[in-house]
């Protein structure tokens, strides 16, 4: 995989003016698009789409400094007017391109990344592969922001504003694999991109003919393979942690990668104010 990733650097490198067909790229690589994204993300803590766009602007800074013409250069990094390429300029640069032509600077420079993996193994990670037949996911849905580090409030008050009698009769509705209450993450930003809106449910997962009751929300998983990583400690920081592991760690050691569908947290344990907790995430996957 880090081998992959290097190659779509080099590829974006040599076609920053260019439009660039991700998804043809990582099919002629023999992976998905989906899979490279949210290994970039996660690797390089930003989406590859932001990537793109700062090296772009990186590059495009030279012109702007040599006295190129800002239509020009505007058109070359494809951009169809002054005023798009400058909105854009400033995003990265935090000042306009006539700023950086009359004082040059400030500039911020987006490096060239290459990746490369580091093997200590002083880590295991207690990961199971888990073929499962398709189930079906029950509870309570809200659409929240993607936060990456510390505990999300938004969840956190679905949560909470559950009454304790809600929770014991989701856990009763289990009778599945993965087992007891659920944390759904689905239609996640194949970017990952901070901030971005996500489906979260909290509830159980059932067998597929299973009924849904009254009230509650469903999403409907097909049959396939998961990757099950087994975590105990601080919470939310140890799951956060194997989280990032699975990317730098993981997948470039195995032959599985990423495919689209929901990731699931299963509280296995927990300490009553939810400061410890053992869990499993899972992580929809497929042979590479």
Known sequence: MIAVLNQVLGYIEDHLTEEIDVA??????????????????SLA???????IRRRRMTVAAADVIGG???????????????????????????????????????????PQLRFRLTIEGN?????????????????????????????????????????????????????TEPAGLLQVS???DPDYTEGSELTYL????????????EGLDAIEVPAGTWAVFRTAGRYPGAL?????????DWFPSNPWRLRPGPSVVAILERAADFST???????????T
């Open 24 to 41: 043809g790229l990582t099919g002629s690589l023999g992976t998905t698009e989906y899979h490279v994204r949210r290994m970039f993300s």
């Open 45 to 51: 803590g930003m989406p590859l789409s932001e990537y």
């Open 68 to 110: 190129r013409d800002l239509l020009g250069t505007a058109l070359r990094f494809g951009y169809g007017s002054t005023e798009a390429f400058s909105r854009a300029f400033r995003a990265v640069h935090g000042v306009s391109p006539a700023d950086v032509r009359r004082d040059g600077g400030p500039l911020r420079t987006q």
């Open 123 to 175: 880590t295991t990670m207690d990961t199971r592969i888990a073929d499962r037949p398709a189930f079906r996911l029950v509870g309570h849905t809200a659409r929240v922001p993607l936060i990456h580090h510390g505990a999300n409030p938004h969840i956190q008050a679905l949560i909470a504003s559950l009454p304790e009698p809600e929770h014991l009769r989701l856990k009763a509705l289990s009778n």
């Open 186 to 188: 689905a239609d996640v």
């Open 202 to 213: 909290h509830g159980v997962a059932v067998s597929e003919g299973t009924p849904v009751p």
């Open 240 to 248: 956060q942690s194997a989280w990032a592991a699975t990317a730098a």
């Open 277 to 287: 907790a053992t869990t499993e995430l899972w992580l929809p996957v497929e042979r």
